[in-house]
């Protein structure tokens, strides 16, 4: 256990009044260890266009093989760069909780939830994309390559709740394939290639969206245009892909389990900011001195431990549903990277045999 007796005191007390909150040291104990089984460090190679790229391939699994190992290796980017800030996350909530560093403790509590629900987010837009690829879909839409309309209207009859986003995924996708070939989709053969490459085309768009998102125009600073940069350091169009998502649509995405992941981001974010809440977690001790004044001892080392019941009860349901959703989704990816490389090592072994024969 990576907490002092003290927090472990605490803990169990409130668990007694609020069972819901029981387990929360033990959770994050527990999540500590099983991403402690993973690599502290890894390399990727990022290609930054594969169509482009595999696109001079001329033989067609070559050229398959190499576009699922981009597409394993934009995978574990995103795998390892969720799982190693959500490990500096929860080891900096180890030390604020056993040093009682009530305001960093919701601060990281909340930043949290937000790297929680981007996996979640994302996951949830790549399973949407896996399952709506079928060899049907590409046989109607290669009817309709032209016609952005008909073929956004395809994609909603196979993906009901498909958003702007992943219409454009596909879309780009079957557009890409099509230069790729370098001629119109075969409407008779090799349909099963076509979804394959189809499908890693479009996760690797989704993991670069990822990879870009952003709301400060970075742009500038890479080009060293230093006074740009700090004048129009907000020039970034809303409608452009490389905008960021909202934080509180991945949250409103955000499985809502007891009560509601919306109400307790928001809760914490009363914490975060400088209002009422957030006053709360400096004042060691409060009386009432008559009907008008009340008396608060303010402290910037809080050792009272009813204050620490009540962190205990704020932040017990955000990182306990955080860490059960982020542990799901860390094996869904886990798992589909070993898929991924096995069907790699079997490509590259039916690639010799070729070159055998």
Avoid at 159 to 167: F, G, Q, S, T
């Amino acid at each position: 256990m990576r907490f002092n007796k003290d927090i472990v005191d605490v803990a169990k007390k409130v668990s007694l009044v609020y069972p819901n909150d029981s387990y929360l040291l033990e959770s994050i104990d527990e999540f500590l260890n099983f991403i402690e089984s993973f690599p502290q460090s890894i390399n990727v190679k990022i290609n930054g266009d594969p169509f482009k790229t595999r696109g001079k391939e001329k033989n067609s699994l070559k050229r398959l093989v190499l576009l699922q190992e981009d597409t394993y290796e934009w995978l574990s980017f995103f795998l390892f760069s969720h799982i190693y800030k959500i490990k500096q996350l929860l080891d900096d909530i180890v030390f604020s909780l056993n040093n009682k560093r009530t305001l960093a403790t919701v601060n990281l509590t909340r930043s949290l939830m937000e790297h929680v629900a981007s996996p979640h987010y994302y996951l949830t837009k790549i399973s949407h994309v896996d399952e709506g690829i079928t060899e049907d879909l590409i046989k109607k839409i290669v009817n309709v390559l032209d016609n952005d309309k008909k073929m956004e209207q395809l994609i909603r009859i196979k993906i009901p709740d498909a958003d702007a986003d992943i219409i454009e995924l596909i879309k780009n996708g079957i557009k890409g394939l099509n230069l790729l070939e370098k001629r119109t989709i075969n409407k008779h053969g090799q349909v099963e290639y076509q979804k394959l490459l189809l499908k890693n085309f479009s996760i690797i768009q989704l993991l670069k969206k990822y990879y870009v998102r952003t709301r400060f125009n970075w742009r500038s600073y890479i080009k060293g245009d230093m006074d740009k940069f700090f004048l129009e350091w907000d020039r970034v169009d809303k409608s452009d892909p490389k905008y960021q998502i909202n934080i509180t649509t991945m949250i409103q995405k955000f499985p809502q389990e007891e009560r509601s992941a919306e109400f307790f981001y928001n809760m914490l974010c009363d914490f975060v900011h400088p209002n009422t809440a957030s006053h709360q977690l400096v004042i060691e001790e409060s009386k009432k001195l008559n009907n008008e004044v009340m008396r608060y001892s303010m402290t910037d080392s809080i050792k009272n431990n009813e204050i620490m019941e009540i962190l205990i009860h704020v932040i017990a349901i955000p990182i306990k549903s955080s860490l059960k959703n982020m542990k799901n989704n860390i094996t869904i990816l886990t798992a589909s990277l070993n898929s991924i490389k096995d069907w790699i090592e079997f490509g590259r072994t039916m690639l010799s045999r070729e070159v055998v024969k």
